[in-house]
């Protein structure tokens, strides 16, 4: 059976989200080591995912894994950032993290 590309669940901060692509090894071995890819040069590798995301780092302990984000509130037909649906998106963010605060202690539980 071929190896196949794998997604991650998307996950974010309070001004980006993000997620993680892991490439078959055999795929990865041609990649640059020194700079991040470019939109087209993953989309060529066999990525696929909506408009807006950038590669953004290099785990350099698992080069196969690349990492990609894009700004809250980007549309992900035009790759645009919509500044209504970026606002709605941090306040939902902020929401969230404020419900996971401790009362005592103003700290967000480790996840596990």
Do not use: C
């Not at 408009?51 to 809250?72: C, N, S, V």
Request: proline share 8%.
């Amino acid at each position: 059976m071929a190896a196949r590309i794998e997604y991650s669940e998307k996950y974010q901060d309070d001004s980006f989200e993000y997620r993680h692509v892991i490439l078959p090894k055999d795929l990865a071995k041609g990649l640059p080591k020194s700079r991040v890819l470019t939109e087209q040069e993953w989309r060529g590798l066999g990525v696929q995912q909506s408009r807006g995301w950038m590669h953004y780092a290099i785990h350099r302990p698992e080069p196969h894994i690349l990492l990609f984000k894009r700004p809250l509130g980007t549309d992900p037909v035009s790759g645009k950032v919509d500044p209504v649906l970026e606002q709605e998106a941090k306040k939902a963010y902020q929401q969230d993290l404020a419900e996971k605060m401790d009362p005592g202690t103003n700290v967000a539980p480790m996840a596990m």
